[in-house]
């Protein structure tokens, strides 16, 4: 056999079509001999390492399953980034590639940080590929304390769209812009909370900021996206698309409701315990209810709620420079005086609305129903948008 005329990733694709999968070799290489100890026998030792590029994973089975799925995408970029591996294939195992219990700690750890779901050692045995692991997480409870929940699923079209918690902590409130978002338009929450209602210490804005643009682009590498946030989650998507651009990433478009930048920490001293019942209540006010909430997620929500009031500061000046969409509350503006102005040194151009509400009310669904249309304007003008909304009288918004 002339080795220059043999294809490994086509060997593969052979054997995958003929052979039960865990009997299909990991790799295929071509050697012109094999090395040989002095007595004579195959010396493993010798061997070269099996290269674990492209052109040696299979892409392709009988079943024509795809890696285009996202959910298989992201599992097989996390099974790469967790075996120290450039790429793993759809259907590549992970103990076949050299996982094992510690690494398969950190492979749940990651997912459950990135999906929500809650798998287990069993179930990465029972499904050990990224394709196999994918069609089981629907099967999974998701948790709705982690650090990314999905308030709508990604039907394949659609920017997809990344709404970042107020100082309540949780993301739940925004599903009330769900009828004015592309029905088949990804939307995820972004949180304060980790795993069952965890709290992950953070020591700076900046730090907080690098955190969500990390969960957001291992969550879609690609982009572009839009980023949007109710108070605290406004400065947080303007700091968060200003480090993605940054880096190289697409933010088309920033929503803020009601959001002003922060000039300083907030110093609580006698005013905690306020403090802490007002966060409270922020929390029962985000679309849930007490009784999902128990006592270790409630610790965790007020936790982060303390620890990010006492990083507030001014945001990164001039940093994203994108579109950047402000629709503030009448009573916030009569208040504090206009939003537009206070981000002016922040933002070269800012388009701002204003709407009949207070700070507090702005996702209650007599504040939805006139800064939706408002945002749903926005996002059809946005470059290639295809938009097919829900629409009011197909699915209300809650209050």
């Known amino acids: 056999m002339d080795p220059a005329g043999f294809d ?3 060997a593969r694709r052979f054997l995958a079509h003929r052979l039960p999968e865990f009997m299909v070799p ?37 079943d024509e399953r795809s890696a ?17 591996l450039e790429q793993v294939g759809p259907d590549d195992a992970f103990f076949e590639l050299g ?16 999906l929500g779901a809650e798998i287990s050692i069993r179930t990465l ?40 918690h107020p100082i309540g902590g949780l993301a739940w409130c925004y599903a009330a812009l769900l009828p004015y978002l592309d029905r088949g338009q990804p939307v995820y929450g972004i949180q ?4 069952h209602g965890r709290f992950r210490a953070v020591e700076s804005m900046a730090e907080l900021a690098e955190r969500y643009a990390d969960l957001i682009t291992s969550t879609y590498p690609d982009g572009p996206y839009i980023i949007m946030g109710w108070s605290l989650g406004g400065v947080l998507a303007y700091e968060v698309a200003s480090r993605i651009e940054a880096s190289g990433g697409q933010v088309d478009l920033v929503v803020m409701f009601d959001s002003r930048p922060y000039e300083k920490a907030l110093v609580l001293g006698e005013n905690t315990d306020a403090f802490v019942d007002w966060v409270a209540n922020e929390v029962l006010s985000s679309g849930g209810t007490e009784t999902v909430l128990g006592d270790r997620q409630s610790k965790a929500l007020i936790d982060a709620a303390l620890a990010i009031s006492a990083i507030l500061g001014p945001p990164v000046p001039v940093g994203y420079k994108g579109r950047v969409l402000s629709i503030a509350a009448a009573h916030s503006v009569a208040t504090l005086g ?33 800064l939706g249309p408002i945002l749903q304007t926005a996002l059809s003008e946005l470059p290639g948008a295809g938009f097919s909304p829900h629409g009011p009288a197909d699915n209300p918004p809650s209050g």
């Open 338 to 370: 206009s939003a537009e102005a206070a981000w002016s040194q922040y933002l070269r151009k800012i388009e701002h609305h204003t709407v009949d509400a207070e700070h507090g009310s702005m996702m209650t669904k007599a504040a939805v129903d006139q």
């Open 125 to 164: 045995f029972e499904a050990p590929t990224p394709a196999a692991l994918a069609a089981r997480l629907d099967d999974i409870p998701s948790d709705p304390f982690s650090n990314i929940i999905e308030l709508q699923r990604d039907t394949g079209h659609g920017r997809p769209v990344f709404c970042i």
């Open 26 to 62: 990991a790799a295929v290489v071509v050697l012109d001999s094999l090395p040989l100890t002095p007595n004579g026998k195959l010396d493993r030792k010798a061997l070269p390492a099996p290269d674990a590029g492209p052109s040696l994973r299979i892409d392709e089975r009988p």
């Open 99 to 114: 996982g094992h219990s510690l690494l398969a700690v950190r492979l749940i750890t990651r997912v459950h940080a990135l």
């Open 68 to 84: 285009s799925d996202r959910q298989t995408k992201i599992l097989s970029q996390v099974f790469a980034q967790v075996l120290g």
């Open 8 to 10: 490994p990733a086509e």
């Open 192 to 195: 304060a909370t980790e795993s």
